[in-house]
């Protein structure tokens, strides 16, 4: 678990228009709140966040946000965000202070690793839970958990009860639930037309003379 320091500024002005005109500027509007007192708005840096993190988005990184101005700092986890369904970009963050002595709750990336056997047999691997919702101290948040599936046989599933957290970690999800597993290939059956079947129908409905229909000459008027 690595501590990071982040710089952030105390956000004094509101509404769209100033947000928009922050984002342009390379920072986004947050919060921190928790810690027993009261939420405080603030302002961050999108590229000094976006460094900070790493490859995190959630709770596996200690962030020590310290207010321009200010010696103090405030650890604090990244615990919420969201981001433009557009284009991606952030653009409200979310950060919650912690104690270093007092167990959070937060989201991991369940990363998978190794080959499943099934796999290597045809089979298709399904990754079902891709975060585990864990507790444990700060000091303790794992970056991800890694589960391996090299055991997998086709039809065969792994489940969170399986799942060995690292020490100090309790997961929280369903025992139950399911993380991944190996199902059998897909068959593809191909509708194979007969040869001339079209055909033989069709002569079948032309043989024979309709009913009541009379040969050409036979029938005719009498003699005389």
Request: glycine share 14%; hydrophobic share 35%.
């Amino acid at each position: 678990m690595k501590k990071v320091e982040l710089t952030v500024k105390e956000r004094e002005s509101f509404g769209s228009p100033e947000s928009r005109r922050m984002r342009n500027e390379g920072w986004i509007p947050g919060v921190l709140y928790g810690g027993g007192k009261d939420s405080v708005p603030l302002t961050v840096e999108v590229k000094a966040l976006k460094q900070a993190l790493g490859r995190g988005r959630r709770g596996n990184v200690i962030l020590e946000l310290t207010f321009d101005g200010q010696s103090q700092g405030h650890p604090a986890i990244l615990k919420e965000y969201q981001n433009d369904p557009i284009s991606g970009h952030l653009l409200h963050v979310d950060f919650l202070e912690v104690r270093m002595d007092q167990a959070i709750e937060s989201k991991v990336t369940v990363e998978l690793v190794g080959t499943a056997q099934g796999v290597k047999d045809g089979g298709i691997l399904d990754h079902g839970m891709r975060e585990l919702h864990i507790r444990c101290l700060p000091t303790d948040m794992p970056g991800q958990i890694e589960v391996d599936v090299s055991a997998l046989n086709i039809n065969d599933s792994l489940r969170v009860s399986e799942v060995t957290a690292p020490e100090g970690v309790e997961i929280l999800d369903d025992p139950e639930a399911h993380i991944a597993g190996v199902m059998a290939p897909k068959l593809v059956v191909e509708e194979e037309v007969v040869e001339g079947e079209e055909g033989a129908e069709a002569t079948a409905e032309g043989e024979g003379a309709p009913a009541g229909e009379e040969k050409a000459g036979e029938g005719g008027e009498g003699e005389g």
